[in-house]
């Protein structure tokens, strides 16, 4: 075993900004959604290029909150790539939706718009109503989104864009979440930007800004903040609908602040790091680096390679045991939902019926990459992956 100090799979990186941002919640007293919040959300919004950013506590309020804003109903389908993290399934069902799952690029590990098309028709035939398309931008590059667009257009579908890796992501010079309906951030320890837990919902559309801030806030007709400073804070306001408690907290929209300010510094240190491991891994005829598509900017979430087990000296799960011994954490690159058990036992899925998701899933290792990783930590990867 290997005595070097592990290098995790993912650390977030704060310092003596992000602690002193968090005095002026605490000496306030206003811990819970308030100014900190709000100024947060108008950032955010600015960087993002869009009209209206509402912060969330997590990407999957978010997305539920999104999901329910563009009008997904009980046993409305939605499409979901197979690859991505439980909870962007989770969200539809939590609308009493139907997820139906479609297959994804092999190579950018996206949501194929070939296999969703199918699922779409497919769906309609069965005489489910095909309400939206949830593309991931998965390990923060962008889906495909001009062939999403016009599949949406040509089918009636909302879009909700599950940009929980894809803070700062670019596509054609379009930031993430802002394409879609409506986007969704997370902003999670593993993201590139952290506030602990916590998410955004974006928009352009004035309509679905006003309910989505009317749900997560237990369905209240005007927000804490906006009562507290108006002409009769005594006064509790009007619940017109059934709302949910999503409100981020001010210690969070304070972290927030100040990572929002470090974001293209943190999302330029990963392309470095990425062009590294491209340059030293490219010799490994084993190991397939992650695509990097024209047109995309890549927020580098996560470095994603593929294990050829055909080629490779260990299988991809041996080969995580050997790192982790050797004090290098990895994981596989993230699930395939419907190769888990609520979901085949709920819809009678096999492994085998999205066979590409399937072998992502099975072959996918992300490297260690975040900003606060060291040159040597790099180099000693790449030694110990040669090695092999």
Excluded at 72 to 94: C, H, L, M, Q, R
Excluded at 307 to 317: F, G, M
């Amino acid at each position: 075993m290997n005595k070097r100090k592990m290098i995790q799979i993912a650390t977030p990186k704060m310092g003596e900004e992000e602690w002193q941002a968090l005095r002026e919640p605490i000496e306030t007293g206003w811990l819970t959604q308030g100014p900190k919040v709000a100024a947060f959300e108008n950032e955010f919004a600015r960087y993002h290029q869009v009209k209206h950013a509402l912060a969330t506590t997590s990407c999957t309020t978010a997305l539920h909150l999104a999901l329910l804003a563009v009008g997904v109903k009980t046993g409305d389908a939605v499409i979901v790539p197979s690859f991505t993290w439980v909870a962007t399934a989770n969200a539809v069902e939590y609308c009493g939706g139907i997820p139906v799952f479609c297959d994804i690029d092999p190579y950018t590990y996206n949501i194929d718009p070939a296999s969703a098309r199918t699922k779409i028709e497919e769906s309609i035939k069965k005489g489910l109503k095909v309400t939206a398309i949830i593309p991931v931008h998965l390990f923060g590059l962008y889906a495909d989104m001009e062939a999403i667009l016009e599949l949406a257009g040509e089918y009636n579908l909302k879009v909700v864009e599950d940009a929980a890796c894809a803070s700062g992501a670019l596509y054609h010079g379009k930031t993430a979440g802002t394409l879609g309906d409506v986007g969704c951030f997370s902003f999670h320890p593993r993201k590139v930007l952290v506030t602990g837990e916590g998410g955004m919902c974006t928009t352009n559309d004035d309509e679905l800004a006003i309910r989505i801030n009317c749900l997560r806030n237990h369905g209240a007709s005007v927000s804490e903040e906006q009562r507290h400073h108006g002409n009769a804070p005594y006064l509790l306001p009007e619940f017109n609908v059934l709302g949910y408690n999503y409100r981020m907290t001010d210690l969070q929209g304070a972290l927030g602040l100040i990572q929002l300010k470090r974001l293209e510094g943190f999302i330029s240190e990963r392309d470095y790091w990425a062009r590294y491991y491209d340059q030293k891994l490219a010799g490994l005829e084993w190991l397939r680096i992650p695509a990097r598509p024209e047109g995309c900017k890549v927020s580098w979430q996560a470095y994603v390679c593929m294990v050829d087990e055909k080629k490779a000296p260990l299988s991809r799960n041996r080969l995580m045991e050997y790192l982790q011994e050797n004090g290098i954490s990895t994981r596989p690159g993230t699930q395939a939902v419907h190769m888990l058990g609520y979901y085949q036992d709920k819809y009678n899925l096999r492994d085998e019926d999205y066979p590409i998701a399937k072998d992502v899933y099975e072959h996918s290792i992300a490297l260690p990459l975040h900003n606060c990783m060291q040159a040597e930590d790099y180099k000693y990867i790449i030694s110990i992956l040669r090695r092999l």
